[in-house]
């Protein structure tokens, strides 16, 4: 779901229709909702949400009836073809072969979304889904829709009686869902678009900003697309609650890893255990020896770095990542504890994942090169600081504000890691009174500090991927 004024009324209505109704018909309605959603937003997406939803649902029943009768060459052939034509639809529009055809709103989301269900029922581990009403709401649910997370279909649909007892009376699930609502909503405003207005026009002026600006620019992006990123996912999972339905958790304190290998089971949990599951494992995982491994592992970074992105820059992000789990497999089996545990692992995996997040952020490959040429050569540091922070427009009210508000957010960040939880759980555990003042200063700090503007939903980074 997009962050703007229309879609929080959109929510509103649904929400309203959807506790008036009748308990039997809500997955329907639903269903309905989140097309009607989609085709508000843009009339193409709905169109291949649609074409997408049909396949999956056609090919899921072809694939099950197929197995059910003793064929599975033939079960195994169809999963094999309809998961061809999702996956190069995927690269069709990666490689953006013209501006005719740009990749749709949360197609790699919902794509990955019917491959992984098309592959589990192939391999007898979920069963086929006759009811179209369900598997269009597993494929095209509004609020996770432009940025995920990706849900295992078993996973999703398994709850659809909770959303048939959903009631408005269950006052816990209700408190939870607030809190991670207000939780990602002040991510998104005050932290991540506040971060945004800095990020951006460095990235934007790498040939003219200087390079103390370029170093600062690596850490400001870096939290930049945790907040945003998990700010969305915050507002998704408690928007979903609203109905009875809990998504998955898709963020879990990344930055506080010690290492690479636990980054990627913090960050985007739900792509990294797709790409465990139905890329890692099947290219033979860890049981083919090491070397297997570290070359599986590279390439499953490479088909990483190009779902977000068919740019080069993006392809040397995922074989930087490739580069830092193999060599952090070496040293795991080495025993080298001072790079990857304690203080100087999560040093080192901070650093590490912020130098890669410049190929990210960056319009392209040369880009992201002149960004670190410009950034470690001596000469341009300092030689226009005072001119490009007037430029940026940095005053001294918005860093005091970042300040504060970030380092308040990392406070309650290590105590989630400490306590196991999710941030929002930190707040909606405790007591009464310490809830409500967190909730009143989120919702005062959203709209007192919060970044608006008509462009607010063209800000969430992962709406491009």
């Known amino acids: 779901m997009t962050l703007t004024f229309q879609s929080l009324l959109y929510l509103l209505i649904t929400l309203l229709i959807f506790y008036t109704i009748r308990y039997g018909i809500r997955v329907y309605f639903l269903a309905a909702a989140s097309l009607l959603y989609i085709f508000i937003l843009d009339v193409r997406a709905g169109v291949y949400v649609i074409a997408v939803s049909l396949l999956t649902y056609l090919a899921g029943i072809g694939i099950g009836y197929l197995a059910d009768a003793g064929r599975k060459k033939a079960s195994v052939a169809t999963t094999v073809i309809s998961v061809s034509v999702l996956v190069s639809a995927l690269f069709f529009f990666k490689l953006g072969y013209s501006e005719k055809w740009i990749l749709p709103l949360g197609f790699s989301f919902y794509v990955f979304q019917s491959v992984s269900y098309l592959v589990d029922v192939c391999r007898d581990t979920v069963e086929s889904e006759y009811d179209p009403g369900k598997l269009i709401l597993y494929i095209a649910w509004f609020p996770k829709f432009v940025s995920g997370p990706i849900e295992r279909k078993d996973v ?122 139905y890329v ?60 990857r545990n304690g203080i100087t692992g999560r040093i080192t995996t901070f650093f590490a994942v912020a130098i890669a997040w410049v190929f990210f952020g960056a319009a392209s490959l040369n880009d992201a090169l002149i960004y670190f040429d410009r950034m470690v050569n001596p000469s341009n540091w300092f030689v226009t600081f005072e001119q490009n922070k007037l430029d940026m427009g940095v005053y001294m009210h918005d860093v005091i504000v970042l300040g504060i508000t970030i380092l308040s957010a990392v406070a309650v960040e290590i105590l989630a890691y400490r306590g196991s939880v999710a941030v929002p759980e930190v707040i909606s555990k405790k007591r009464y009174g310490f809830r409500y003042t967190v909730a009143f200063i989120l919702v005062i700090g959203t709209i007192v500090l919060g970044v608006y503007g008509p462009d607010t939903s063209s800000q969430l980074i992962y709406m491009q991927f």
């Not at 800095?198 to 003219?208: A, Q, T």
């Not at 083919?288 to 992000?317: D, E, Q």
């Open 156 to 277: 999703f649909t398994g709850q659809m009686n909770n959303v048939l007892e959903a009631r408005i009376s269950d006052f816990s699930r209700w408190t939870d869902s607030v809190y991670f609502f207000l939780t990602g909503i002040f991510y998104k405003l005050v932290i991540a678009d506040r971060l945004a207005i800095f990020s951006d026009r460095i990235f934007e002026n790498v040939r003219e900003i200087d390079g103390a600006w370029l170093f600062a620019g690596v850490f400001i992006y870096t939290l930049r697309i945790y907040f945003d990123f998990a700010g969305y996912s915050y507002m998704a999972i408690g928007i979903s609650r609203f109905f009875g339905i809990d998504l998955s958790e898709n963020f879990r304190m990344p930055y506080l890893s010690e290492n690479i290998t636990e980054f990627w089971r913090r960050w985007h949990i739900s792509l990294s255990s797709w790409l465990k599951d």
């Open 280 to 339: 890692y494992i099947p290219l033979g995982g860890n049981r083919k020896g090491f070397a297997r491994k570290i070359i599986n592992t590279i390439i499953v970074f490479l088909i990483c770095g190009f779902w977000h992105g068919g740019g080069l820059n993006f392809v040397v992000w995922g074989l930087l990542h490739g580069l830092y789990s193999a060599f952090d497999g070496i040293a795991s089996g080495k025993g080298w504890k001072l790079v």
